[in-house]
């Protein structure tokens, strides 16, 4: 089974970038990696998860997980910022263009910006701690800036972290041959049963007859809602009061 380390940067002592609503990077980014992680096991790709909570992981260790682990690629998953707040966009990064991960950063960048909306910031080379020391093809995704208002929301909004998760997942699925199918949609709230209004005085009469008729014998196959022949009637009737034996 095809294996990939996910990395859910920061996490624990260290939040990563702040946004202006004091959105911490660590946060968003475990949520949308995890939903990522979800939809790589819905189509039988094995997940290694360098955290699963708030909890602080170094980048050594980060790398230990998915090296010990024989993972066949590796992705971290990040929020940008900038100083001014204004920067946008989404751009993934790789140690090195030309290879493996290169093809993993252009997979993973054309399917988030095409589904979430961003813009193309671009596949760009950086030598990142978890780039260089996983001994795997490896990306470093910016899903968006967590600095600027504007994606702040986006990251922090369910249904766009699904989204992103989704994008990001069928990026690293596709360097499988696999392809992530759309989710299906929750079935729709059932409509309430009408309330049955009270049944009349004839309703009741009606019931308590069909009651009686049943435990005397005189009507069979109640179910039957065919209208009776006067002929059957008259069988009724002579089986309450004609001569018995
Ligand atoms: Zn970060």
Redesign the pocket.
């Known amino acids: 089974m095809p294996k990939v380390g996910q990395d859910y ?2 996490g624990g002592k260290d939040s ?2 702040l946004g202006p609503n004091k959105t911490k ?1 660590s946060d968003v ?1 475990l949520a949308i990696g995890q939903k990522a992680a979800e939809y790589l096991r819905s189509v039988d790709i094995e997940v290694v998860e360098t955290r699963t909570d708030d909890s602080t992981v170094s980048l050594d260790d980060r790398c230990k997980i998915a090296n010990a682990a024989g993972c066949d690629l590796f992705v971290s998953y ?4 900038d100083i001014t707040g204004r920067a946008f966009g989404s751009e993934t990064y790789c140690l090195q263009k030309g290879g493996r991960g290169e093809q993993l950063a252009a997979a993973i960048q054309k399917r988030l910006t095409e589904a979430l909306g961003t813009a193309d910031r671009g596949v760009k080379e950086a030598n990142f701690y978890v780039l260089r020391y996983t001994q795997m093809p490896a990306a470093l995704v ?1 899903i968006a800036f967590i600095s600027n208002p504007d994606e702040e929301a986006i990251l922090t909004n369910e249904e766009k972290q699904n989204i992103a998760a989704l994008a990001i997942a069928r990026g690293i699925a596709e360097q499988f041959g696999k392809e992530i199918p759309d989710p299906v949609p929750p079935a729709p709230e059932p409509e309430p049963e009408p309330a049955k209004p009270e049944p009349t005085a004839f309703e009741k009469e009606q019931a308590a007859a069909i009651e009686w008729c049943k435990k005397n014998g005189y009507i069979k196959n109640f179910d039957n809602k065919e209208p009776i022949t006067r002929e059957y009637l008259a069988v009724i009737l002579h089986r309450i009061h004609g001569p018995k034996g």
Not at 78 to 81: I, L
């Open positions: 940067g920061h990563g970038a990077e980014v990040h929020g940008n910022s910016e």
